[in-house]
């Protein structure tokens, strides 16, 4: 590893680094070197898409020495899995990490109807009534994890970003997204794209949930107010 190589990373733009990562990783303990200066050099650490995209290769490596790494640098994970209503996210940020995007959004439904409560996780969907009593908490993490492990791609937050985008137009909303064609709806699950090569704001499937009107609850919940 020259130091060269070392600053080139250090200094590129933030999607620069994002592409860099894979090759990094690719060059074994070299790599790594390079990746270690990076996070010695962002203490505290702090859970952008570059220390996010780290942290989720780290993962995916399951070596001793990506192990030793994460102990040091992420003790407590990437952000906080926080909720209002003691809901267990960690499942979630484990299927995220592994880019194991379709089991991810079946498992951000069921975590949204247990924010819901038990007649939502009875029925197996949530009403639009019940999403505008979702803690802000609660939905920013669970935006937080669609974001950070896409690298910027998925989320709640990027779906409304499009949405206002087209004038709060849900037919725009739906074509640019991926989940309409045409006049035709996309077909679930195997028409969806279950990778990062899906369009931006494809991910999660929230037309799953139960139409517009939950959806338009999501994009008017005070959670985005600071977005």
């Known amino acids: 590893m020259s130091d060269t190589e070392t600053l080139s990373f250090l200094t590129e733009s933030p999607k620069k680094q994002l592409e860099l990562i894979p090759e990094l990783i690719n060059q074994g303990s070299e790599g790594l070197a390079i990746l270690q200066e990076f996070l010695q050099t962002n203490q505290p650490i702090i859970p952008n898409l ?9 993962h ?16 407590q994970g990437i952000i906080p899995l926080n909720s ?13 990490l592994a880019q194991n995007w379709q ?39 669970l935006n937080q994890l669609w974001y950070l492990f896409s690298e910027g791609k998925f989320g709640f937050a990027v779906q409304r ?6 004038g709060k137009d849900f037919e725009q909303l739906w074509s640019k997204i991926g989940w309409k064609n045409g006049n035709q709806w996309t077909r679930y699950p195997n028409a969806f794209t279950w990778d990062l090569s899906a369009p931006v704001g494809h991910l999660p499937l ?16 005070p959670a985005w107010l600071d977005s």
């Open 60 to 75: 995916q490596l399951q070596t001793t020495e990506a192990q030793q790494l994460l102990d040091t640098y992420f003790p």
């Open 103 to 141: 089991e991810a959004d079946s498992l951000t439904r069921v975590k949204m109807c247990e924010l819901a409560g038990d007649a939502a996780i009875a029925r197996k969907w949530v009403y639009f009534t019940e999403v505008q009593q979702f803690p802000i908490t609660d939905l920013q993490t």
């Open 206 to 221: 929230l037309n799953q949930i139960r139409g517009v009107r939950v959806i338009a609850s999501i994009f008017a919940h």
């Open 161 to 166: 970003k499009i949405w206002l985008s087209v």
């Open 50 to 58: 570059v220390t996010a995209k780290i942290y989720q290769v780290l």
């Open 84 to 96: 209002e209503r003691n809901i267990d996210y960690q499942p979630l940020e484990k299927l995220l």
